[in-house]
């Protein structure tokens, strides 16, 4: 019996020291969250290879019809043709196929126990919101400039908003965003409401802007 206790005094112990030898101002994440990021950049990372896939084959043959193209407004062609899918000279999505890669490999750091410094916390978060803005300038881009939508696209929105979102949440937690406390006891408690009604108010935009053919199919 003394030598359960006393093996078990040892774990503590050995645990113990294992949380004290982690350097002042590292900071490590939950379970949920390290497969919020795993999850939220595979699925940025499968959009952006079918689509690089597809703009492979469209500038091979013109005639290429992506297994996107569902009707004229869910038409991944068009929006592959446009200016707007090769902002920088390049494939949008070979910046995400770089980018989700990084965030499904520090998803899963932090699910093996690694940790990071506030810096790198802060950078994680800067980034995340330059893509969410980037995603979003693209989205008013296929509403309101090419007229069409891709499926694909829509997928590297949703993920990299819930991964912004969710690292803003995580930064506000420990404080590498600093705001009032009642404010980030409000983010923690109601957390879903953010990406919840940012989801909704894309429905929204995408339903009102292609009304006339969503009746068209009534």
């Not at 939220?40 to 079918?50: C, H, R, Y």
């Not at 990299?160 to 983010?187: C, D, E, K, Q």
């Amino acid at each position: 019996m003394s030598g359960t206790l006393h093996d078990r005094t040892a774990e503590v112990r050995t645990r113990g020291e294992g949380v004290a030898a982690r350097p002042p101002g590292v900071i490590g994440a939950g379970r949920g969250f390290a497969w919020l990021l795993i999850v939220s950049g595979a699925a940025g990372i499968l959009a952006s290879f079918v689509i690089t896939l597809d703009k492979f084959e469209l500038l091979r043959d013109p005639d290429f019809v992506p297994s996107c193209n569902l009707s004229p407004v869910l038409s991944c062609a068009d929006v592959m043709r446009s200016g707007q899918a090769s902002v920088f000279g390049f494939p949008n999505p070979v910046i995400g196929l770089a980018a989700y890669a990084a965030v499904v490999a520090i998803g899963f750091g932090l699910l093996a126990g690694a940790g990071y410094r506030r810096w790198f916390w802060a950078g994680l978060n800067l980034g995340t919101l330059l893509g969410a803005g980037f995603c979003m300038w693209l989205m008013s881009q296929a509403l309101y400039g090419i007229g069409a939508l891709c499926l694909w696209c829509c997928l590297a929105w949703a993920a990299t908003i819930a991964m912004f979102w969710y690292t803003t949440v995580h930064n506000l937690r420990h404080g590498v965003v600093r705001a009032p406390r009642a404010l980030v006891s409000g983010v923690q408690e109601f957390h879903w409401v953010v990406p919840v009604t940012w989801y909704g108010v894309i429905v929204l935009l995408i339903a009102t802007r292609f009304q006339a053919y969503w009746e068209t199919l009534l």
